[in-house]
């Protein structure tokens, strides 16, 4: 037996869990009808559209600080020599950075053509594309980084110290400065400005 919520009490009904140990366990049974309920009317929302923005925008959010905080990481374990264990963890750090900076831009881009506002609001603010250029640069400056991290990780000797190009510190540097640029541009299209 276990519990079925429903109304505003609790209702008993029969748990049939065929082929599993503790199928006679009340509590497993209260744990999957919840689960299976909180699914359910997680896939209906979905389905109907009304939380798939809230989805996306919580999504592009834990993308971006995501994607802060490994270039923070990045800047920090700079230093003009590294051992190539040392880059083995910044190209680490550089995958998920990757990863996020994906997660980032395929939110975004619902979030622009997809749910939420329609896109004329975003083509018409031009702080928007100069938002958008700004995360392109970004991108396109971290290739640098990633490709001497790829270039040097591998070695015989992983106490090996490697020089490491004063230039790609800069960039890194640079890369923060525009990523803190960015949020307050998305403030400004928050508050109306630029449309």
């Not at 509590?27 to 359910?40: A, D, E, G, M």
């Not at 395929?106 to 702080?127: D, Q």
């Amino acid at each position: 037996m276990h519990y079925k919520f429903g109304g505003s009490l609790p209702i008993l009904t029969p748990c049939f869990t065929a082929n599993f140990k503790y199928r006679n366990s009340s509590r497993f049974c209260i744990y999957r009808q919840t689960f299976s309920q909180l699914l359910s009317l997680v896939l209906d929302q979905l389905t109907n559209g009304m939380y798939t923005e809230i989805i996306v925008r919580y999504l592009h959010f834990i993308g971006i600080f995501t994607w802060v905080s490994m270039l923070i990481a990045q800047w920090i374990l700079l230093k003009p020599q590294l051992r190539r264990a040392d880059i083995q963890q910044l190209m680490t750090i550089d995958r998920i950075y990757g990863a996020s900076a994906v997660l980032v831009v395929g939110m975004g881009l619902l979030l622009w053509l997809g749910v939420g506002k329609p896109a004329a609001f975003y083509n018409s603010n031009g702080i928007f594309h100069v938002k958008v250029t700004l995360a392109v640069v970004v991108g396109i400056l971290s290739v640098i980084p990633s490709l001497f991290f790829a270039r040097n990780r591998r070695g015989d000797d992983p106490e090996e110290l490697i020089e490491v190009p004063a230039k790609i510190k800069r960039i890194v540097t640079f890369e923060l400065v525009l990523m803190l640029v960015i949020p307050f541009l998305a403030t400004l299209m928050a508050a109306g400005v630029g449309s």
